[in-house]
Protein backbone atom coordinates (compact mmCIF):
# COMPACT_ATOMS: atom_id res chain seq x y z
CA UNK A 1 0.00 0.00 0.00
CA UNK A 2 1.15 3.89 -1.06
CA UNK A 3 2.23 5.25 1.78
CA UNK A 4 0.50 8.92 2.06
CA UNK A 5 2.28 11.72 4.33
CA UNK A 6 0.21 12.54 7.46
CA UNK A 7 -1.77 15.55 7.24
CA UNK A 8 -4.94 16.19 9.65
CA UNK A 9 -5.58 18.73 7.08
CA UNK A 10 -5.50 16.80 3.77
CA UNK A 11 -8.14 17.36 1.39
CA UNK A 12 -8.50 15.31 -1.20
CA UNK A 13 -11.64 14.78 -4.15
CA UNK A 14 -12.41 11.48 -5.33
CA UNK A 15 -14.71 11.46 -9.15
CA UNK A 16 -16.43 8.17 -10.86
CA UNK A 17 -17.53 7.14 -13.76
CA UNK A 18 -18.73 3.35 -14.98
CA UNK A 19 -17.36 3.44 -18.39
CA UNK A 20 -15.92 5.90 -20.55
CA UNK A 21 -19.58 6.68 -22.46
CA UNK A 22 -20.83 8.23 -19.59
CA UNK A 23 -22.59 11.46 -20.94
CA UNK A 24 -21.73 14.98 -20.10
CA UNK A 25 -22.67 15.92 -16.91
CA UNK A 26 -21.51 13.27 -14.93
CA UNK A 27 -17.84 12.84 -16.73
CA UNK A 28 -14.62 12.51 -14.67
CA UNK A 29 -14.00 16.28 -15.97
CA UNK A 30 -16.91 17.62 -14.87
CA UNK A 31 -16.96 16.07 -11.42
CA UNK A 32 -13.03 16.81 -10.90
CA UNK A 33 -13.61 20.81 -12.51
CA UNK A 34 -16.70 21.00 -9.59
CA UNK A 35 -14.66 19.79 -6.52
CA UNK A 36 -11.99 22.37 -7.73
CA UNK A 37 -15.03 24.82 -8.28
CA UNK A 38 -15.91 24.18 -4.55
CA UNK A 39 -12.54 24.20 -3.00
CA UNK A 40 -11.70 27.53 -4.38
CA UNK A 41 -14.36 28.80 -2.86
CA UNK A 42 -14.51 27.46 0.00
CA UNK A 43 -10.78 28.14 0.61
CA UNK A 44 -9.76 24.69 1.00
CA UNK A 45 -6.27 23.89 0.30
CA UNK A 46 -7.07 20.61 -2.06
CA UNK A 47 -3.94 18.16 -2.13
CA UNK A 48 -5.59 15.55 -5.05
CA UNK A 49 -8.49 15.00 -6.71
CA UNK A 50 -8.46 10.82 -7.29
CA UNK A 51 -10.49 9.66 -10.92
CA UNK A 52 -12.05 5.75 -11.06
CA UNK A 53 -13.38 4.34 -14.17
CA UNK A 54 -15.43 1.24 -12.49
CA UNK A 55 -18.95 -0.31 -12.02
CA UNK A 56 -20.50 1.25 -9.27
CA UNK A 57 -22.17 -2.35 -8.61
CA UNK A 58 -17.83 -3.73 -8.16
CA UNK A 59 -17.07 -3.74 -4.04
CA UNK A 60 -13.18 -3.84 -5.23
CA UNK A 61 -12.58 -0.91 -6.60
CA UNK A 62 -8.95 0.19 -6.43
CA UNK A 63 -8.71 3.63 -6.35
CA UNK A 64 -11.80 3.68 -3.54
CA UNK A 65 -10.12 0.99 -1.59
CA UNK A 66 -6.83 3.14 -1.39
CA UNK A 67 -8.56 6.07 -0.19
CA UNK A 68 -10.91 3.57 2.49
CA UNK A 69 -7.27 2.41 4.10
CA UNK A 70 -6.44 6.43 4.20
CA UNK A 71 -9.67 6.97 6.02
CA UNK A 72 -8.46 4.36 8.41
CA UNK A 73 -4.95 5.38 8.45
CA UNK A 74 -6.55 8.80 9.61
CA UNK A 75 -4.03 10.27 7.29
CA UNK A 76 -6.71 12.83 5.40
CA UNK A 77 -9.17 15.17 6.68
CA UNK A 78 -12.24 15.73 4.40
CA UNK A 79 -13.37 13.68 1.02
CA UNK A 80 -15.51 15.93 -1.65
CA UNK A 81 -17.76 13.76 -3.85
CA UNK A 82 -19.46 15.19 -7.09
CA UNK A 83 -22.72 12.98 -5.47
CA UNK A 84 -22.87 10.98 -2.55
CA UNK A 85 -23.93 8.11 -5.26
CA UNK A 86 -20.01 7.97 -6.32
CA UNK A 87 -18.92 5.75 -3.40
CA UNK A 88 -20.91 3.02 -3.38
CA UNK A 89 -23.23 0.55 -5.13
CA UNK A 90 -26.11 1.28 -3.36
CA UNK A 91 -27.56 4.58 -1.98
CA UNK A 92 -27.29 2.35 1.32
CA UNK A 93 -23.71 1.47 0.62
CA UNK A 94 -22.52 5.19 0.01
CA UNK A 95 -24.13 6.30 3.65
CA UNK A 96 -22.31 3.20 4.69
CA UNK A 97 -19.06 4.54 3.94
CA UNK A 98 -20.12 8.14 5.16
CA UNK A 99 -20.51 6.60 8.33
CA UNK A 100 -16.58 4.89 8.12
CA UNK A 101 -15.49 8.08 7.05
CA UNK A 102 -17.14 9.59 10.32
CA UNK A 103 -15.98 7.28 12.56
CA UNK A 104 -12.19 8.14 11.53
CA UNK A 105 -13.12 12.12 11.71
CA UNK A 106 -13.25 12.54 8.50
CA UNK A 107 -15.48 15.03 6.76
CA UNK A 108 -17.72 14.11 3.40
CA UNK A 109 -18.50 16.69 1.53
CA UNK A 110 -21.50 16.05 -1.54
CA UNK A 111 -21.24 19.09 -3.58
CA UNK A 112 -24.36 18.48 -5.98
CA UNK A 113 -26.13 16.87 -2.65
CA UNK A 114 -25.16 19.91 -0.30
CA UNK A 115 -23.94 17.60 2.15
CA UNK A 116 -21.01 18.22 4.84
CA UNK A 117 -20.97 16.06 7.53
CA UNK A 118 -19.45 18.24 9.89
CA UNK A 119 -22.93 20.16 10.47
CA UNK A 120 -26.06 19.02 12.07
CA UNK A 121 -28.05 20.24 9.43
CA UNK A 122 -26.61 17.50 6.78
CA UNK A 123 -26.32 14.90 9.76
CA UNK A 124 -30.43 15.30 9.68
CA UNK A 125 -30.45 14.74 6.21
CA UNK A 126 -28.05 12.18 6.19
CA UNK A 127 -30.11 10.29 9.04
CA UNK A 128 -33.01 10.16 6.69
CA UNK A 129 -31.62 9.12 3.73
CA UNK A 130 -30.54 6.57 5.98
CA UNK A 131 -33.90 5.50 7.10
CA UNK A 132 -35.19 5.76 2.95
CA UNK A 133 -32.43 3.29 1.76
CA UNK A 134 -32.73 0.77 5.14
CA UNK A 135 -36.43 0.61 4.19
CA UNK A 136 -36.22 0.41 0.47
CA UNK A 137 -33.36 -2.36 0.95
CA UNK A 138 -35.97 -4.05 3.12
CA UNK A 139 -38.82 -4.05 0.50
CA UNK A 140 -36.81 -4.93 -1.93
CA UNK A 141 -35.80 -8.12 -0.05
CA UNK A 142 -39.47 -8.61 1.05
CA UNK A 143 -40.39 -8.16 -2.83
CA UNK A 144 -37.63 -11.02 -3.50
CA UNK A 145 -38.49 -13.62 -0.67
CA UNK A 146 -42.30 -13.06 -2.25
CA UNK A 147 -41.03 -13.96 -6.03
CA UNK A 148 -38.99 -17.28 -4.68
CA UNK A 149 -42.33 -18.60 -2.62
CA UNK A 150 -44.45 -17.61 -5.50
CA UNK A 151 -41.55 -19.94 -7.96
CA UNK A 152 -41.42 -22.40 -5.47
CA UNK A 153 -45.42 -22.53 -4.85
CA UNK A 154 -45.63 -22.92 -8.28
CA UNK A 155 -42.74 -26.02 -8.59
CA UNK A 156 -40.43 -23.96 -10.03
CA UNK A 157 -36.57 -23.11 -8.56
CA UNK A 158 -36.90 -20.00 -6.69
CA UNK A 159 -33.22 -18.87 -6.90
CA UNK A 160 -31.42 -17.47 -10.05
CA UNK A 161 -28.34 -20.63 -10.24
CA UNK A 162 -29.48 -23.44 -12.46
CA UNK A 163 -27.40 -26.92 -12.84
CA UNK A 164 -24.92 -27.69 -15.11
CA UNK A 165 -26.26 -29.21 -18.24
CA UNK A 166 -29.35 -26.74 -18.23
CA UNK A 167 -29.53 -23.25 -19.65
CA UNK A 168 -31.89 -20.56 -19.65
CA UNK A 169 -34.27 -20.00 -23.33
CA UNK A 170 -37.23 -17.37 -23.40
CA UNK A 171 -37.46 -17.32 -19.91
CA UNK A 172 -37.76 -21.01 -19.24
CA UNK A 173 -35.30 -23.52 -18.26
CA UNK A 174 -34.39 -26.02 -20.92
CA UNK A 175 -31.90 -29.11 -21.16
CA UNK A 176 -28.63 -28.02 -22.88
CA UNK A 177 -28.20 -31.39 -25.25
CA UNK A 178 -24.61 -30.67 -26.00
CA UNK A 179 -24.21 -31.67 -21.97
CA UNK A 180 -27.39 -33.99 -21.37
CA UNK A 181 -24.49 -37.11 -22.60
CA UNK A 182 -21.91 -35.80 -20.29
CA UNK A 183 -25.16 -35.81 -17.42
CA UNK A 184 -26.51 -39.64 -18.52
CA UNK A 185 -22.95 -40.95 -18.50
CA UNK A 186 -21.92 -39.94 -14.88
CA UNK A 187 -25.28 -41.39 -13.55
CA UNK A 188 -24.95 -44.74 -15.52
CA UNK A 189 -21.27 -45.14 -14.43
CA UNK A 190 -21.97 -44.02 -10.91
CA UNK A 191 -24.60 -46.68 -10.62
CA UNK A 192 -22.39 -49.44 -12.04
CA UNK A 193 -19.72 -48.39 -9.59
CA UNK A 194 -22.26 -48.64 -6.57
CA UNK A 195 -22.78 -52.40 -7.52
CA UNK A 196 -18.80 -52.88 -6.81
CA UNK A 197 -18.72 -53.04 -3.60
CA UNK A 198 -15.35 -53.74 -3.10
CA UNK A 199 -14.28 -50.36 -4.10
CA UNK A 200 -14.64 -47.62 -1.71
CA UNK A 201 -16.77 -44.00 -3.02
CA UNK A 202 -13.18 -42.12 -2.79
CA UNK A 203 -12.34 -44.70 -5.71
CA UNK A 204 -15.17 -44.87 -7.15
CA UNK A 205 -15.12 -40.76 -8.33
CA UNK A 206 -11.49 -40.96 -8.62
CA UNK A 207 -12.31 -44.06 -11.65
CA UNK A 208 -15.12 -41.84 -12.76
CA UNK A 209 -13.00 -38.60 -12.88
CA UNK A 210 -10.01 -40.50 -15.03
CA UNK A 211 -13.03 -41.77 -17.02
CA UNK A 212 -14.60 -38.43 -17.92
CA UNK A 213 -11.21 -36.73 -18.89
CA UNK A 214 -10.43 -40.04 -20.67
CA UNK A 215 -13.74 -39.19 -23.08
CA UNK A 216 -13.02 -35.70 -23.07
CA UNK A 217 -15.99 -34.57 -21.12
CA UNK A 218 -15.13 -31.57 -19.59
CA UNK A 219 -17.46 -29.23 -16.98
CA UNK A 220 -17.47 -25.59 -18.29
CA UNK A 221 -14.42 -25.60 -20.11
CA UNK A 222 -12.06 -27.53 -17.05
CA UNK A 223 -11.40 -30.90 -16.08
CA UNK A 224 -14.02 -32.39 -14.03
CA UNK A 225 -13.67 -32.51 -9.76
CA UNK A 226 -14.93 -34.85 -7.60
CA UNK A 227 -17.42 -31.81 -6.04
CA UNK A 228 -18.57 -31.54 -9.55
CA UNK A 229 -19.71 -35.08 -9.47
CA UNK A 230 -20.95 -34.64 -6.25
CA UNK A 231 -23.35 -31.93 -7.24
CA UNK A 232 -24.21 -32.91 -9.81
CA UNK A 233 -25.44 -36.79 -8.42
CA UNK A 234 -27.29 -35.26 -5.57
CA UNK A 235 -29.22 -32.83 -7.73
CA UNK A 236 -32.68 -34.04 -8.04
CA UNK A 237 -33.60 -31.44 -11.27
CA UNK A 238 -32.06 -34.10 -13.11
CA UNK A 239 -35.10 -36.11 -12.28
CA UNK A 240 -37.53 -33.87 -12.79
CA UNK A 241 -37.77 -32.77 -8.95
CA UNK A 242 -36.89 -29.36 -7.18
CA UNK A 243 -35.49 -29.46 -3.66
CA UNK A 244 -35.33 -25.86 -1.63
CA UNK A 245 -34.75 -25.20 1.97
CA UNK A 246 -35.16 -28.94 2.68
CA UNK A 247 -37.83 -29.52 0.97
CA UNK A 248 -38.46 -31.80 -2.15
CA UNK A 249 -41.36 -31.79 -4.74
CA UNK A 250 -41.43 -35.05 -6.67
CA UNK A 251 -43.02 -32.58 -10.12
CA UNK A 252 -41.66 -29.64 -11.80
CA UNK A 253 -42.13 -27.87 -14.97
CA UNK A 254 -38.20 -28.84 -16.16
CA UNK A 255 -37.66 -31.43 -18.38
CA UNK A 256 -35.36 -34.67 -17.18
CA UNK A 257 -31.98 -36.27 -17.95
CA UNK A 258 -32.14 -39.19 -16.05
CA UNK A 259 -34.99 -41.21 -14.69
CA UNK A 260 -36.53 -41.36 -10.81
CA UNK A 261 -35.56 -44.83 -10.34
CA UNK A 262 -31.69 -44.25 -11.29
CA UNK A 263 -31.02 -40.85 -9.84
CA UNK A 264 -32.53 -42.89 -6.15
CA UNK A 265 -30.41 -46.03 -7.01
CA UNK A 266 -27.06 -43.66 -7.42
CA UNK A 267 -27.65 -41.78 -4.54
CA UNK A 268 -28.51 -45.14 -1.90
CA UNK A 269 -25.18 -46.73 -3.18
Known amino acids: MEKHKDNKDMVIGYCRISTHKQSKGSSLDYQEQKVYD ?12 YQEIDSGGNDDRLVLSTIKQMIQDKVIKTLIVWKIDRLGRTMLGSLQFIELCKSNG ?5 ISDNINTSNEQSQLMLNILLSIATEERRQIKQRCSFGRDMKWNDNRLPYPSIPYGYKRKNNNIVIDKSIQ ?10 NLFNKMKNITKTKRTQRLLKLLNR ?3 TFNGNDFKWWNLRDI ?9 VRWK ?12 VSKRLFNQVNQG
Open 38 to 49: YCKLNDLSLVQV
Open 106 to 110: VNVIS
Open 181 to 190: PIIEYIFRKF
Open 215 to 217: KGY
Open 233 to 241: ISNPLYCGM
Open 246 to 257: GELKSYSPYEPM
